[in-house]
């Protein structure tokens, strides 16, 4: 009982830590930072640590190599140089030289160059069939050059935009690439990836895609999800319902083990006047929802556990972007470096401080390491709550965290009601993802409590009953009080929840 009581407090303790993550600069703005001040803002105060960049401008290049050594840079070709680089006789040497003008000597002056970008969304949404017929063999040469200018650790990829996918139902197991790119141009590039390490790239973006009805799938808020009856997997989030889609169309090629990266993903946080769904909320729900599957740990239904190399788009807003009014909202910055919104992205800040983020109460015994939103929190559904929206939090929860322990036989099963174990998986998300006040929201159904959930569950049996808590005589040393609380407060035991008998069950032991 001990070890897994353990293990529970393992996975569900503690504060998340900044989670790593890429960015898409762009720079069509007139009241936008400098490269180097933004090179050196991301460098010391932020959890960034990989960057894109739409050109090979030598003055951002120059700025990251003096200022943030340690950060990736992804850096891109037009789409109008491939056909040079394509030709049989001559791409090769046009490749080097290409290499040699824009990369060598920013990344021996420290630029961490790690991806090289042939070209953007060459097969769609608009075909030019000479970019397309000259796309991989200019990824070849690129490759190719690289090494023979002695930068054989850059990769070679191009970032795919989603409609290389066969129309479908959105159903991830009925997924295909498009039958006039699949065999010709998608497999030999699958083996290209495969044989040099680099990544398949991806513009994911479900804010493409959504509508009024699916907006809470496409921001990853709590729904009643999408079941793929093939898979057997219920899909709560519509980018992981993209990523495997993804992986499936590779997967039926024979290339699943072929990685994928995410070139572009975001949200804008303005749009045209009347459109539902986009706003500071809806940005911050998506970029979070995505950073949680893309680099804390957990994956998607079909790839569970995995990180992939993420670029967010964008890095500030971009004034001077063309219409709609939404590709000028997309950033999650604004030009005087101060967060759009909380997506857990600032580290220490560089004026001594005693917490980047203290907490307004701390506990009395806080944490060595507090969470953003501090200790002594826990997220519990409200009076109320519709039973319906609790199910649908509890489809969504489970999607990130564990839930054995509310399954049959589990340690949290019984009571076996919807509100039981919606108070246990609510708690499990908002402690797990760092106890930042909006990973309580729930669609408005949860809230936020200081008070301790503990009280009374120290009496209590491991079969849920009353107890009088044993001496010292009758079960041996007893822990000293304030190691027992600890231990409670770590696991999930929400005001009425059915983790009271997890906690029980844990305290029973220990004591």
Sequence with gaps: MLPHALLLLLLLHGAAAALPIGVNYGANGDNLPTPAATAAFLAANTSINRVKLFDANPAFLSAFASAAPHISLAVSLPNSVLPALADKSSGLDAARGWVRDNLAAHVAAGANVTLLLAGNEILGPVVDPNLVVALLPAM?????????????GVRVTTPHYLGILAPSDGIPSNARFRPGFADKILAPMLKFHRDTGSPLMVNAYPYFSY???????????????????????????????????????????????????????????????GQVGVGVEEARDFNAGMMRVVSGGKGTPLMPGKSFETYIFSLFDENQKPLPVAERHFGIFNP??????????????????PSPNPSPKPSPSPSPKPSPSGGGKWCVAKAGADATDLQNNINYACGYVDCKPIQSGGACFNPNTVASHAAYVMNAYYQANGRHDYDCDFKG??????????????????????????TRGQRGRQPPAHILREAAARAVAPPGGCCYRACAKLLYTLV
Aim: charged share 20%; net charge negative.
């Design 336 to 353: 005087d470096f101060t967060p759009k919104y909380d997506l857990g992205l600032l580290t220490q800040s560089p004026s001594p401080t």
């Design 445 to 470: 159904t949860g809230v936020v409590t200081s008070s301790d959930p503990i009280t009374g569950v120290a009496n209590m049996s491991p079969d849920g009953a009353q107890q009088v808590r044993p």
């Design 140 to 152: 070849r040469r690129l490759a190719q050059a690289l090494t023979l200018e002695g930068l054989p």
């Design 211 to 273: 509508n009024a009805q699916n907006l809470n799938y496409a921001v990853f808020r709590p729904n009643a999800g999408v079941y793929d009856a093939a898979a057997k997997l219920n899909y709560t989030s519509m980018f992981d319902a993209q990523m495997d889609a993804v992986y499936t169309a590779m997967k039926k090629l024979g290339y699943g083990d072929v990685e994928i990266a995410v070139g572009e993903a975001g949200w804008p946080t303005e749009a045209d006047a």
